[in-house]
């Protein structure tokens, strides 16, 4: 069963900042099956990114997903006050699909 | 527009059973799987397992194997999950999801469009909070 560990657990950034997330896998993902989603509080998740790099549909550009492999990364280029939030990643090539533990993007 | 409407909380003994819907609108119901994830109090989220509206085929996270049961009514465009024997760690928002399958153009030496370029969870319920108390 693969494991996703996400890195750091929580990431205190000020608003313009740049924001990078790691997810890492226990062994190999196909990167197509990859997806990074953000959550709100009280606040259904939402897909930001599939296929590792790939943005879902009215996603700003300043996120980007990268990575293959074991290590995947999300990074945020400029924070605005609407990214903090948690953000988990997600493996779904094989089943079971876990999530990451999640990385918390709290206001400096 | 596409979208996802669960049914409401619901407060359980430990012992019983609960079993939430998720409706569908907007889109072709039988093309997309749905997902169930669920979310105890100040955790994160763990995929329970996911149905297939076309095929009726299911699979289940080994945590929930022999307790969870996912169906469907596809002639109300609707999804369920049951869940068993409720103990107190069953307290949770439970989710379902619609899963995509996403094509568009992949390049490797060459490029191909109308290819399968990934998978994602793209629509998500509001949510249902279930909450397990003697």
């Known amino acids: 069963e693969i494991v996703l560990t996400q890195s750091p657990g929580t990431l205190s950034l000020s608003p313009g900042e740049r924001a990078t997330l790691s997810c890492r896998a226990s062994q190999s993902v196909d990167s197509f099956y990859l997806a990074w989603y953000q959550q709100k509080p009280g606040q259904a998740p939402r897909l930001l990114i599939y296929g590792a790099s790939r943005r879902a549909t009215g996603i700003p550009d300043r996120f980007s997903g990268s990575g293959s492999e074991t290590d995947f990364t999300l990074t945020i280029s400029r924070l605005e006050p609407e990214d903090f939030a948690v953000y988990y990643c997600?493996?779904?090539?094989?089943?079971?699909?876990?999530f990451g533990g999640g990385t918390k993007v709290e206001i400096k | 527009q596409v979208q996802l409407v669960q049914s409401g909380a619901e407060v359980k003994k430990p012992g019983a059973s609960v079993k939430v819907s998720c409706k569908a609108s907007?889109?072709?119901?039988?093309?997309?799987?749905i997902n169930w994830v669920r979310q105890a109090p100040g955790q994160g989220l763990e995929w329970m397992g996911w149905?297939?509206?076309?095929?009726?085929?299911?699979g289940y996270a080994q945590n929930f194997q022999g307790r969870v049961a996912m169906t469907m009514n596809t002639s109300i465009n609707t999804a369920y999950m049951e869940l068993r024997s409720l103990r107190s760690e069953d307290t949770a928002v439970y989710y379902c999801a619609r899963g995509s399958h996403f094509v568009g153009t992949f390049c490797g030496g060459d490029c191909y469009d109308g290819v399968e370029v990934g998978y994602g969870m793209d629509v998500w319920g509001q949510g249902s909070t279930v909450s397990v108390s003697s």
């Open positions: 149905i297939n509206p076309n095929s009726g085929n299911t």
């Open positions: 907007g889109y072709r119901f039988i093309s997309h799987d």
């Open positions: 997600q493996q779904s090539g094989n089943s079971p699909v876990p």
